[in-house]
């Protein structure tokens, strides 16, 4: 009943609500079996049609509000920012001010950005909202920095670096890798240039098991 209230609270076209006897065993596939039908009847999912693809709790559930965010996103609905978060964002521009100007002096900047718009256009859903809970970037950080090869930009999400653009600093040709869930993605899915720099890696430090990609002239 609490979640019908919070569903009515947000959804005022609900306007009723079912119970069906279903063993706990067999919850997650009745769902399954419900979510199937009711999109083969042409009814419209809300919220569920996110989780649904995992058939269980999102990742995103921890960080981004399911009943106030994520289904506004599945309805296509514009985010709005409160003022106190441009405030943020504001601050933000200016403690990294210093390391963006750097950055757009490196010759590769141009391409660098056009990589990283792409990326969160593809992979980060409403990048706005969800930046600085659900993924960071980094300008010019001083990870792994040598006197061969410095970072010229890393998208963190969670604990993971998902995306990095190293330059090779005699050269100063940039190349990137990607961190991706194993499994997700195959050698095979891959166009031909980078498939030779697809492997894996069983030891990441606070991920696992990932799948790793690099895309461009790595060093050996």
């Not at 419209?44 to 693809?53: F, G």
């Not at 964002?89 to 390391?99: G, H, L, N, V, Y």
Request: proline share 6%; aromatic share 6%; with cysteine.
């Amino acid at each position: 009943m609490r979640r019908f209230a919070d569903h009515s609270r947000h959804h005022p076209d609900i306007v009723a609500i079912q119970f069906h006897a279903v063993p706990v065993a067999r919850l997650d596939e009745a769902e399954r079996q419900m979510i199937q039908n009711q999109r083969e009847a042409g009814h419209h999912l809300r919220n569920i049609d996110v989780v649904s693809r995992t058939w269980g709790d999102s990742v995103l559930d921890a960080v981004i509000d399911q009943e106030e965010v994520q289904a506004s996103w599945v309805n296509g609905e514009p985010q709005t920012h409160p003022d106190d978060l441009r405030m943020l964002m504001a601050k933000r521009r200016r403690s990294t001010a210093t390391k963006y100007r750097k950055l757009k002096e490196v010759p590769s900047c141009e391409d660098v950005f056009a990589d990283v718009c792409i990326y969160l256009d593809r992979v980060i859903p409403w990048p706005p909202t969800t930046d600085g809970r659900f993924w960071t970037v980094s300008a010019m950080p001083a990870t792994n920095r040598t006197r061969d090869e410095q970072r010229l930009v890393t998208i963190n999400c969670g604990k993971v670096e998902a995306f990095v653009v190293i330059e090779d600093r005699s050269t100063h040709e940039a190349w990137r890798f990607l961190n991706l869930e194993h499994g997700i993605l195959k050698k095979h899915d891959l166009p031909p240039d980078p498939r030779e720099c697809f492997s894996s890696t069983d030891g990441y430090r606070s991920a696992g098991r990932l799948a790793v990609a690099v895309i461009g002239t790595a060093p050996p």
